[in-house]
């Protein structure tokens, strides 16, 4: 089943904002067994909403549509797909008693324009919002649907979730795609490819390999694709247990999961603390840490020591080291765990100092150059990366590389 994936908006056209709604959808409808066919983005306008839709059904079963929902004036999409339809606008009294009661529980009186939210298509079908004033609307013709959505990606998320997937599984044929993302860190993607060539070239047909590459990550998705009883599960896990054989020290887990909340997990379960020293960094990791619910039970802080006066007073790595390697060193950068460790009494830490860039270079220390040290029970362990020149990347392949250092040293 082909989907056609429509953002209307004259914010996202002109840059405004960033339409993070299609790429949601995309990996939703495909993991439904949709085939997106494409993502097409379109202004406010009535003759271009119509136009879209007439020319998006004519190669696809199902078009999404997010955003002009709102009640006021630029917001159009309601109208435009009502008169596409031949249908009409009746007040909704399920609709009004939604906005009414989402509208209270705020304590936000109800103003003509929310009412105005209470008028609903005749002939399509409602797709109620628990998360917002603007409901969803199912509309079928010929055996195609169109549906709308918000734009406010919690409010679309709610409506998909909660409402579409249910009715699109009946109405549509759909086949049994079975997901599992494979995490994979301390690699480029480049050299991952190179390593797994022969394990990716000798998969079933039926399974499909996609490289999902982020800063210091590469997640690995497999897609397999047949009737729920022929047990796909096993067979994907299988082909998914002949890649920890080839790169095992690269693999942190077999299921979708951030470095921080792995990293999370194995403290919890083991009552042990951690804490960060960051200089070239500036606090990123401490950030990723704390993005984790519950982080509180196992992070108790972090040093942002930006200057070397901060490294020596607050930290108390030795002024001599810093003159005599520079505060980008091996030297350093252990002093920074060491010291931050017995400041916070904690069992673990991360410490950082790079050259981020895009100034700073030295003759033997580089744009990228990054020390990151973990301090553990059993000791101290530091090595030496180099990244690329820009900042903000050296930023966060930093970050991950110092929560991958972590992990490999955790005993």
Same mark, same amino acid.
């Given at each position: ?35 997106? $066919? ?9 003759? +271009? ?49 939604? +906005? ?8 936000? !009186?109800?103003?003509?324009? &929310? ?20 409901? #969803?609307?199912?509309? %079928? @013709? ?8 918000? #734009? ?29 993302? +494979? ?5 480029? %993607? ?14 079933? =047909? ?9 800063? /210091? ?24 247990? @002949? ?27 083991? =009552? ?5 020293? %960051?200089?070239?960094?500036? /606090? ?11 982080? $509180? ?10 200057? =070397? =006066?901060? !490294?020596?007073? +607050?930290?108390?790595?030795? &002024? &001599? ?12 950068? %252990?002093?920074?765990?060491? /010291?931050? &460790? ?6 673990? $830490? ?6 981020? #860039?895009?100034?700073?270079? !030295?003759?033997?220390?580089?744009? #990228? ?14 090595? !030496? ?5 820009? @900042?903000?990347?050296?930023?966060? @392949? ?14």
């Amino acid at each position: 089943m082909k989907v056609q994936i429509i953002s209307i908006g004259d914010e996202i056209l002109i840059g405004q904002i960033v339409n993070t709604n299609s790429t949601w959808l995309a990996t939703e409808l495909t993991i439904l067994g949709f085939t997106v $066919s494409s993502i097409l983005t379109i202004s406010d306008d009535k003759q +271009v909403i119509n136009e879209a839709v007439n020319t998006g059904l004519q190669t696809n079963d199902l078009l999404i549509i997010t955003g002009g929902l709102g009640p006021t004036n630029d917001d159009v999409t309601k109208h435009a797909l009502t008169d596409l339809f031949n249908t009409t606008l009746e007040f909704s009294e399920e609709v009004f008693e939604d +906005v009414q009661s989402f509208l209270h529980k705020r304590g936000v !009186k109800m103003n003509s324009l &929310n009412k105005t939210q209470a008028f609903f298509p005749k002939s399509a079908y409602l797709l109620n919002n628990n998360q917002g004033t603007a409901p #969803g609307m199912w509309f %079928e @013709r010929e055996g195609k649907v169109v549906v709308s959505l918000p #734009g406010v990606p919690w409010e679309m998320k709610g409506i998909f979730q909660q409402q579409f997937v249910k009715k699109a599984e009946k109405f549509f044929k759909l086949p049994y795609i079975y997901y599992q993302t +494979v995490m994979v860190t301390g690699i480029s %993607e480049s050299e991952l490819a190179e390593k797994i060539k022969l394990w990716e070239d000798t998969l079933p =047909n039926n399974i499909k390999l996609a490289y999902l590459p982020a800063p /210091g990550i590469v997640r690995l998705r497999l897609g397999i694709e047949g009737n729920k009883d022929e047990n796909l599960k096993s067979i994907l896990q299988e082909n998914i247990d @002949r890649l920890h054989n080839i790169i095992p020290e690269y693999i942190y887990s077999d299921i979708e999961i951030t470095l921080q909340e792995k990293i999370g997990e194995i403290f919890i379960n083991n =009552n042990i603390t951690l804490s960060t020293a %960051e200089s070239c960094t500036g /606090g990123y990791i401490a950030s990723l840490i704390t993005s984790v619910a519950g982080s $509180s039970r196992y992070f108790k802080g972090s040093i942002v020591a930006y200057s =070397n =006066n901060v !490294k020596s007073e +607050v930290l108390k790595v030795d &002024n &001599n080291q810093i003159e005599q390697y520079g505060a980008v060193s091996k030297q350093v950068v %252990e002093q920074m765990a060491i /010291g931050v &460790n017995k400041l916070l009494k904690t069992d673990y $830490s991360i410490a950082t100092s790079g050259i981020a #860039g895009p100034s700073g270079e !030295k003759k033997d220390k580089p744009v #990228g150059m990054v020390w990151i040290a973990v301090a553990t029970p059993q000791g101290v362990f530091s090595d !030496k990366f180099f990244f690329g020149k820009e @900042r903000e990347f050296n930023i966060k @392949r930093s970050s991950v590389a110092g929560l991958n250092f972590l992990l490999r040293n955790i005993k």
